[in-house]
């Protein structure tokens, strides 16, 4: 009775991993265009050699209200960089793809406070990426958001 049911295990099992195929490890799955938590901006994910960045394309309100001109990067703390227009800016930066759908190592700055920010990446599927900003190095001083790929 104990080999019927081993067999018999053997069977399922093989009939299982037959129908199983793994899904590609895709390092560029991250590229295209994404849309912000806050569905205020959008921000085109790219490649340049081995690495990923993330470039401001599109803002729900992308002129200055006061001025009736584009946006500038007007918080940033480096004075000199406060003349230039946030759209088309870099502002993911530096990311590497580690395996297992995510890319770590990277930087995002956020022009509404001028700060940089350390920043990983996660996909939750081929339409959804979990982007986590940190402090200081330390993931858990962070906050994780979810974008949105458009299509």
């Known amino acids: 009775m104990t080999a019927f049911r081993f067999s018999t295990f053997l069977v399922i099992l093989l009939i ?13 799955a991250l590229v295209g265009r994404w849309l912000s938590a806050r569905k205020k901006n959008q921000v085109e994910i790219y490649r340049q050699g081995n690495k990923y960045y993330g470039k401001l394309v599109w803002m729900a309100e992308p002129d200055d209200p006061s001025t009736k001109r584009p946006k500038l990067d007007r918080q940033n703390p480096d ?26 190592g990277g930087q995002i700055y956020n022009p509404e406070d001028g700060k940089t920010y350390d920043c990983d990446i996660t996909m939750k599927d081929a339409n959804a990426i979990n982007l986590h900003g940190y402090v200081m190095g330390i993931p858990l ?3 994780t958001s979810t ?5």
């Open 141 to 143: 001083l962070g906050k």
């Open 79 to 104: 004075e000199k960089l406060r003349n230039r227009p946030l759209m088309h800016m870099d502002i993911m930066t530096n990311l590497v793809y580690k395996g297992n759908n995510s890319w770590v």
């Open 16 to 28: 299982t991993l037959t129908g199983y195929v793994p899904q590609p490890d895709n390092a560029d």
């Open 147 to 151: 974008w949105t790929r458009i299509k």
